[in-house]
């Protein structure tokens, strides 16, 4: 296990359109982020699980925006009817939280989608 | 919700100068505060991090100072490298696994 893997690195795609990006993290790792990151500015907290559960959604979630967490492992960021402004890099986190100890929060890669 | 400052957005030395990037936080209840380190096209990668019950903590050329009664922390790199120059990123939380507000970044540039 090498870290936080996403899929795919680049996105393109008309606006209107739907797109799913995935999230593979360390495997140990019971929690799982996804942020936002623009040119220019920190990445934006946009939802985290707990295992398979959704536990907070930041109102930066619009409802074309789902994620899933299915069984505890992966995760998808699925964005409906895409806008130019969703164009961002899209990072996944995951980490392992044992008691109240957080260990090794750490990102993936990002996937980059650029909406024309 | 929190809100965290950052301090300067860019920040330009020579090698070997230090450099110091200040950030503050809104939340008093905030109690982990992390520093990443993201290179163009890179992913933010965890370069030091601090908890509200110490005051400062160190890790070869990178330290981190916090003060809770002024609400800001934070980071030094002493003996700066050309390898050090990237975009850093402070955040704040509530708790050590909880979701991380960051704040703008800081691009520092170290030149040879």
């Known amino acids: 296990d090498t870290g936080v893997s996403q899929n795919p690195r680049h996105k393109i795609t008309k606006r209107g359109q739907n797109v799913t990006f995935r999230c593979d993290p360390i495997s140990e790792h019971n929690r799982l982020y996804w942020y936002r990151q623009t040119l220019g500015q920190g990445p934006e907290f946009l939802t985290y699980?707990?295992?398979?559960?959704?536990?907070?959604k930041s109102r930066l979630l619009s409802d074309r925006f789902s994620a899933e967490r299915p069984k505890g492992s992966f995760s998808t960021l699925e964005i409906q009817r895409t806008e130019q402004g969703d164009s961002a890099m899209y990072l996944c986190a995951s980490s392992l939280v044992e008691g109240d100890r957080p260990y090794g929060y750490t990102f993936g890669s990002g996937t980059r989608l650029t909406v024309v | 919700g929190e809100n965290v400052e950052q301090h300067p957005s860019t920040l330009s030395v020579q090698e070997g100068d230090s450099a110091v990037i200040k950030c503050t936080y809104s939340?008093?209840?905030?109690?982990?505060f992390p520093w990443y380190k993201q290179e163009l096209g890179k992913r933010p990668q965890l370069i030091i991090d601090i908890r509200s019950n110490v005051g400062e903590k160190k890790d070869q050329r990178i330290a981190v100072t916090l003060n809770k009664t002024a609400k800001h922390f934070s980071l030094h790199i002493t003996e700066t490298q050309p390898e050090d120059s990237a975009v850093y990123f402070c955040?704040?939380?509530?708790?050590?696994?909880?979701?991380?507000?960051f704040g703008k970044g800081t691009m520092l540039l170290v030149s040879p």
């Open positions: 955040a704040a939380s509530l708790s050590g696994y909880s979701t991380l507000t």
């Open positions: 939340d008093s209840a905030s109690n982990y």
């Open positions: 699980f707990q295992n398979e559960a959704q536990l907070e």
